[in-house]
């Protein structure tokens, strides 16, 4: 019996539970230990938590539709300020003694009892269906949440029960169970069916986020007693933002109306979510759950469907597996597979047939094999899902064949990967796929002269990877950096050709706009300031040449250009008249520089001859400025507005059909790869290379910076509406084919676009 407590922590059952005396004494603690750290880790986490649950309801009591689910959120609040701590205790209770007794089942042999209690075979009324349902939305989008954290958890629960293999059903360490006691916890405090649903969906959302975390302790801990300490440890992985809050529905319905506040509806108080990266494993195995069932509800209407994680012999004495294959199994038969042709006898439960590691279809042909449809179904549905990743691949138009080929023989370490690592799927940098969007990379606008020694390059790392890699994929990184390195040192030889003629070209668009860039910067001054003639003139007739010669050479975006346009507003303001010492020290300080600046830029622009007569006459206004004298001519300076930007290219008129090509041109930046086609039907795949700063010229040159091609921005947008060009893909090729599978499997993804 439990000990009354004042303190914040809920207080749980003893170890030493008559349901595990059968086991022995060591795997009875280890059970009792893991049941009495889930719960009251979950429990724990709610408790810390009351206060968002609180902002929550308050934010759904503004959204609410009606006055009776605005009263359920008040009256769950209500509760959670006064009972939030019996609800724990009897959420304890009811989940100890539903883990002892599934434990003694699983020990036995007895049935479990049932949570329905002895009339299960009546009819079941609309508030047990809506209970049902609930209780199987969470307890799927929580599994979908720690799959990996459970499947290695499946496996040490049933070593410590000595069994082959457990089910999520009767492992009462799942989250089905948790949310089972707790809704048995919240009936049996007398609460309104509805408000209940609330209370437990409000404790499903303010657990998420911790509970992957949770299972991955008891992971390490029982590792750490013996319990298989050789399987891999899965770490805690980030929630998306929607199923931290309790939004993703995994099974395609509309969200609850006791969904919690989604972006833009945070309630007063309440501390926005993190954006975290978006789970893509989990997505998918929901999309493709949703899909299969819609699939077995219009084939077989009326019948019960479940998740089938693919193509699967049919169950019968002939298929069924003596044992369950681990993913540790798995993954040592693909080792073999891996590094060439496995007779299938060396390996059993591949089947019959020899599996050719080089084949683009070795996927579907594990697949096909015993040995997959006897493994865990989350590892039945990674070689699914990796399965599509690499047809999307395959299909990508912009893979070239000799790199399809190559990329082909790394799908089983890919998949092995996958199985170990679902972070595979979400992380853009992971190491395995830098290597696969490297090696794709490297093979756009190869020709037949450098293709082979690209290909010798691109042929030594993979098969590196295939004769080297076993978990670790460090492997992946190491290789990555050769190819980065190789490409690095490829395109400082192409940059070495292409400089000569991009600098050639940036230079004559530069001659061709140079005097009416710089006169718009000498005018801006002569018609905005109040200046002596003597400097007026000097700016028009003899700075203007310095600016041209400074414009043609660096640019404006030079220090050099910069340091032009400074000194013409120095000498402007050196020739006003100074009031105070502390302008008369810094117009001293200035001249010597001043004097000797000028004079270098009309020595580079070839002008020096005009430094002796306008030297003479400058000294005198010095001299009046330093006197706060100013000359006759000179009256008070007006402010000095921003000089105007350049013009940019004129965009054709809204509404004119070209309009989106030429505005995808502006756009392009270097580095782009575009495809053109000749009138004869022969291709060409340039990469652009420099885009001109005022003209909206376009050179494009091949990986060797050879070949070059220039093209006006109007032209370019073009051959990209007849076709005859086409820009290829910016995102990696793993981003590409992971958001085709996206496509493929979310329903409604196409009709939506």
Same mark, same amino acid.
């Given at each position: 019996m439990a000990e009354t407590t004042t303190s914040n922590v809920v207080p749980f059952a003893a170890r030493d539970h008559a349901a595990t005396t059968e !086991?022995? =004494? /060591?795997?009875?603690?280890l059970l009792a230990m893991c049941r009495d750290r889930l719960v009251q880790g979950v429990s724990t986490v709610f408790l810390q938590r009351i206060g968002q649950a609180n902002d929550e309801f308050i934010g759904m009591a503004d959204r609410a539709i009606n006055l009776e689910q605005q009263q359920i959120c008040f009256a769950a609040m209500h509760f959670l300020a006064n009972r939030a701590q019996p609800l724990l205790q009897q959420f304890s209770s009811a989940y100890v003694a539903g883990f002892d007794a599934s434990v003694a089942a699983l020990t036995t042999g007895r049935p479990r009892p049932s949570l329905r209690g002895p009339d299960e075979l009546r009819l079941v009324d609309n508030d047990d269906f809506e209970q049902d349902l609930a209780i199987g939305k969470l307890s799927t989008r929580a599994a979908f949440n720690c799959s990996q954290q459970l499947v290695p958890l499946d496996r040490r629960f049933a070593a410590l029960l000595r069994l082959q293999r457990i089910s999520q059903d009767d492992n009462p360490l799942h989250p089905e169970h948790l949310f089972n006691a707790m809704l048995q916890a919240l009936t049996g405090m007398d609460l309104d069916r509805q408000l209940a649903l609330a209370l437990l969906q409000s404790f499903e959302r303010q657990t998420a986020a911790a509970l992957p975390g949770i299972?991955?302790?008891?992971?390490?801990?029982?590792?750490?007693?013996?319990?298989?300490?050789?399987? @891999?440890?899965?770490?805690?992985?980030?929630?998306?933002?929607?199923?931290?809050?309790?939004?993703?529905?995994?099974s395609g319905a509309a969200p609850s109306q006791w969904a919690a506040p989604t972006s833009g509806q945070t309630p007063s108080g309440a501390a926005p979510a993190a954006v975290v990266n978006e789970d893509i494993f989990n997505r998918l195995l929901q999309a493709i759950q949703t899909s299969n069932a819609l699939q077995a509800a219009q084939a077989f209407p009326g019948a019960q469907t479940g998740w089938q994680p693919g193509a699967s012999l049919p169950p019968g004495p002939a298929t069924l597996p003596p044992a369950a294959v681990g993913v540790n199994q798995l993954v040592d038969a693909l080792n073999g597979l891996q590094r060439g042709q496995t007779d299938p006898r060396t390996l059993p439960g591949l089947g019959a047939v020899r599996i050719d590691p080089g084949q683009t279809n070795v996927l579907q042909q594990i697949r096909a094999t015993p040995m997959a449809n006897w493994s865990h179904p989350m590892d039945a549905m990674t070689i699914d899902i990796v399965s599509m990743l690499f047809d999307a691949i395959f299909n990508d138009p912009d893979l070239s064949a000799a790199m399809r080929a190559e990329i082909a023989k790394l799908q089983i370490p890919v998949l092995?990967?996958?199985?170990?690592?679902? =972070?595979?799927?979400?992380?853009?940098?992971?190491?395995?796929?830098?290597?696969?969007?490297?090696?794709?990379?490297?093979?756009? =606008?190869?020709?037949?002269?450098?293709? @082979?020694?690209?290909?010798?390059?691109?042929?030594?790392?993979?098969?590196?990877?295939?004769?080297?890699?076993?978990?670790?994929?460090?492997i992946?990184?190491?290789?990555?950096?050769? &190819? /980065?390195?190789?490409?690095?040192?490829?395109?400082?030889?192409?940059?070495?050709?292409?400089?000569?003629?991009?600098?050639?070209?940036?230079?004559?668009?530069?001659?061709?706009?140079?005097?009416?860039?710089?006169?718009?910067?000498?005018?801006?001054?002569?018609?905005?300031?109040?200046?002596?003639?003597?400097?007026?003139?000097?700016?028009?007739?003899?700075?203007?040449?310095?600016?041209?010669?400074?414009?043609?050479?660096?640019?404006?975006?030079?220090?050099?250009?910069?340091?032009?346009?400074?000194?013409?507003? /120095?000498? &402007?303001?050196?020739? $006003? #008249?100074?009031?105070?010492? +502390?302008?008369?020290?810094?117009?001293?300080?200035?001249?010597?520089?001043?004097?000797?600046?000028?004079?270098?830029?009309?020595?580079?622009? /070839?002008?020096? =001859?005009?430094?002796?007569?306008?030297?003479?006459?400058?000294?005198?206004?010095?001299?009046?400025?330093?006197?706060?004298?100013? @000359?006759? $001519?000179?009256?008070?300076?007006?402010? !000095?507005?921003?000089? #105007?930007?350049?013009?940019?290219? +004129?965009?054709? #008129?809204?509404?004119?059909?070209?309009?989106?090509?030429?505005?995808?041109?502006?756009?392009?930046?270097p580095g782009a790869w575009i495809e053109f086609q000749s009138f004869r039907g022969t291709r060409n795949t340039l990469r652009l290379s420099w885009v001109s700063e005022f003209k909206r010229?376009?050179?494009?040159?091949?990986?060797?910076?050879?070949?070059?091609?220039?093209?006006?921005?109007?032209?370019?947008?073009?051959?990209?509406r007849k076709?005859?060009?086409?820009?290829?893909?910016?995102? #990696?090729?793993?981003?590409?084919?992971?958001?085709?599978?996206?496509e493929k499997v979310t329903p409604g993804a196409q009709d939506a676009d």
């Open positions: !086991l022995s =004494g /060591e795997s009875a603690s299972y991955a302790d008891l992971n390490q801990s029982l590792a750490q007693s013996g319990i298989l300490p050789t399987i @891999p440890l899965a770490a805690n992985q980030p929630l998306s933002t929607s199923q931290a809050s309790g939004n993703a529905d995994v092995k990967v996958a199985l170990l690592d679902k =972070g595979f799927f979400s992380d853009r940098k992971h190491p395995a796929r830098r290597l696969l969007d490297a090696i794709a990379n490297s093979g756009i =606008g190869r020709n037949e002269n450098d293709e @082979p020694r690209l290909l010798a390059k691109i042929h030594a790392i993979v098969e590196t990877v295939v004769d080297g890699f076993e978990s670790d994929t460090q992946f990184a190491a290789q990555v950096d050769k &190819i /980065e390195e190789f490409l690095h040192d490829e395109e400082d030889r192409a940059r070495g050709k292409a400089t000569p003629m991009v600098d050639q070209l940036a230079v004559r668009e530069r001659q061709e706009v140079a005097a009416s860039r710089v006169g718009a910067e000498v005018d801006l001054r002569l018609n905005h300031r109040q200046m002596p003639p003597l400097i007026a003139h000097f700016l028009s007739q003899n700075w203007r040449p310095v600016l041209i010669e400074t414009f043609v050479r660096t640019g404006e975006t030079s220090t050099d250009w910069s340091e032009a346009i400074r000194l013409m507003d /120095e000498l &402007i303001w050196s020739v $006003e #008249p100074k009031n105070g010492a +502390s302008e008369r020290n810094r117009l001293l300080a200035l001249l010597p520089d001043l004097l000797k600046r000028l004079r270098s830029g009309l020595e580079r622009a /070839e002008c020096e =001859g005009a430094w002796d007569d306008f030297f003479s006459e400058l000294i005198r206004l010095h001299m009046a400025a330093l006197h706060n004298d100013a @000359p006759p $001519e000179m009256t008070e300076a007006s402010p !000095l507005p921003s000089p #105007p930007p350049a013009p940019p290219p +004129s965009p054709l #008129p809204a509404g004119d059909p070209a309009d989106r090509h030429l505005r995808l041109v502006q756009a392009l930046e010229v376009y050179l494009f040159t091949n990986r060797q910076g050879e070949n070059a091609m220039t093209l006006a921005a109007s032209s370019l947008a073009e051959h990209l076709g005859s060009a086409r820009l290829l893909s910016q995102n #990696p090729l793993t981003e590409r084919a992971v958001a085709q599978m996206l």
